[in-house]
């Protein structure tokens, strides 16, 4: 076997179905299929069970979250690749073989990223790879843009976890996905880490992937979701940062986490933000920071570089769809 796929689930019974069959239809034969279930309580893991007896399940004993289940089942993988596919998804037959084809293309990929689509609204983008900026804001990419804006193969600060495959011998040299995390910007850590190492990550725009969005947690913004995204922030940009470039890019940061404080209190989650904050900053210690090391230098530098080119990129873009409705 050359890729396994690997679907993490909580009382996610009802996207099974659509998800599995779809992966049936692959013309890449050469994958097995590993659902990790974070101790659902709806009968995903009798429906599995039931009804594709041939894919393994393991059955957590509690709600780990993403980043553990995950880490579960690279663990228990032996294959040169890894696929991380949501449960909501559905894929096009051609999928597969287009990610293992772009990852081969060297093996200084660590990651690709597929080209989402809105399940409901096939005509736009959900996810076209992941951007951060200096702000400290992760930005999925492409979002609610026409699918025609995004096909060509491009570079992106890192995959989207929700349907991206991965090198796994890389995970030994740079970690798993961080399970203090628990869920949200794991992705976007993984792969800055990735990039700290001198790795690359790609968007794939032929590997189709149509997602529902928010399948799990059940909505676009929940206390739960804002105060874990806010607590991961800190933790990812504590984690990946050297001290001297977190003095360097102080400013915008603080200006960041102003705004979305801002932005959160308007929408009536601004307690659960700054509740997020505050925990982040006082559990960071607790956190193993990337050592850094100077023959790195060269990849902080280029990565201080996309931060800013994503900065600037992303506020043309706001600015296009708000002011001039573009």
Known sequence: ?????????????????????????????????????????????????????????IALKKNYGFSKAVNVGIRRSTTPYVILLNNDTTTDPYYIEEMVRTIE???????????????YHPQLIDSAGDLYTLTGWGVCRGVGRPVSNYTETDEVFSACAGAAIYRRQVFEKIGLFDEKHFAYLED?????RARIFGYRNLYCPTALVYHVGSGTSGSKYNSFKVRLSARNNIYLNYKNMPLLQLMVNFLPLFAGYVLKYAFFIRIGFGKDYKDGILEGLRTRKTLRKVPFRMMRLRHYMRIEKDLIQYTFSYAKDWFTRKIWGK
């Open 188 to 192: 976007i850590d993984v792969g800055y």
């Open 1 to 57: 076997m050359k890729v396994t796929i690997i679907i993490p689930n909580y009382n996610g019974c009802h996207f099974m179905e659509p998800c599995l069959a779809s992966l049936k239809k692959q013309t890449y034969k050469d994958y097995q299929i590993l659902v990790v279930d974070n101790a659902s309580t709806d009968g995903s893991v009798e429906y599995v069970k039931e009804h594709y007896p041939e894919i393994e399940v």
């Open 105 to 119: 293309k060297s093996p200084r990929i660590f990651s690709v990223s597929s080209k989402m689509i809105q399940m």
